[in-house]
């Protein structure tokens, strides 16, 4: 659930030194939450009209997700975006692409508060920059189970919110 939509935003902020070559694990782990599809907005953007629209897709456990900035008028991210639990927490896989045909990175954003209506999110933005050279999933997923209580692991936290727009 974390920071599901922030995607957009986080790539262009954070750019591509916080990124891994593989997810956190396959969406087929089925973890889910439907409560996610909506449109969101981020509070920290300045432009409040930007949103992220999230639905469900024919892939089971899967979002497809849409960054709509310049006001909400121009979709500049599409992507499907899944769960992963790592040690318990759970984790959006958000996918980065960088320019190259066929070569989908990720970035992660930790699950850190939902409230009960599933209107409002916490997350933290995994900032570790050594993920890239990571060679192997299962060391992936070993690096982010023991750097989950680091608090030097994350670069920043977000906060979003359900919306009519």
């Given at each position: 659930?974390?920071?599901?939509?922030?995607?957009?935003?986080?790539?262009?902020i954070?750019?591509?030194?916080n990124?891994?070559?593989f997810p956190?694990?396959?969406p087929?782990?089925?973890?889910s939450?439907?409560?996610?599809?909506?449109?969101?907005?981020?509070?920290?953007?300045?432009?409040?009209?930007?949103?992220?629209?999230?639905?469900?897709?024919?892939?089971?456990?899967?979002?497809?997700?849409k960054?709509w900035?310049?006001?909400?008028?121009n979709?500049?991210?599409?992507?499907?975006?899944?769960?992963?639990?790592?040690?318990?927490?759970?984790?959006?896989n958000?996918?980065?692409?960088?320019?190259?045909?066929?070569?989908?990175?990720?970035?992660f954003?930790?699950v850190?508060?939902?409230?009960?209506?599933?209107?409002?999110i916490?997350?933290?933005?995994?900032?570790?920059?050594?993920?890239?050279?990571?060679?192997?999933?299962?060391a992936l997923?070993?690096?982010?189970?023991?750097n989950?209580?680091n608090?030097?692991?994350?670069?920043?936290?977000i906060h979003?919110y359900?919306?009519?727009?």
């Amino acid at each position: 659930m974390q920071r599901l939509l922030i995607l957009y935003c986080l790539l262009t902020i954070y750019g591509c030194s916080n990124i891994a070559n593989f997810p956190l694990s396959s969406p087929n782990e089925k973890v889910s939450d439907p409560r996610i599809m909506g449109v969101w907005k981020l509070e920290e953007d300045t432009n409040t009209n930007n949103f992220y629209e999230v639905c469900r897709i024919d892939e089971p456990f899967k979002y497809h997700t849409k960054f709509w900035d310049k006001g909400g008028t121009n979709p500049t991210y599409e992507s499907a975006i899944f769960f992963s639990e790592v040690a318990g927490e759970r984790f959006i896989n958000v996918p980065y692409f960088d320019g190259r045909p066929w070569v989908i990175r990720y970035m992660f954003l930790r699950v850190l508060n939902v409230d009960k209506d599933f209107t409002r999110i916490t997350a933290a933005v995994v900032g570790d920059t050594t993920m890239r050279r990571i060679p192997h999933p299962k060391a992936l997923r070993r690096h982010v189970a023991g750097n989950i209580h680091n608090s030097a692991f994350y670069s920043d936290t977000i906060h979003l919110y359900k919306t009519n727009r």
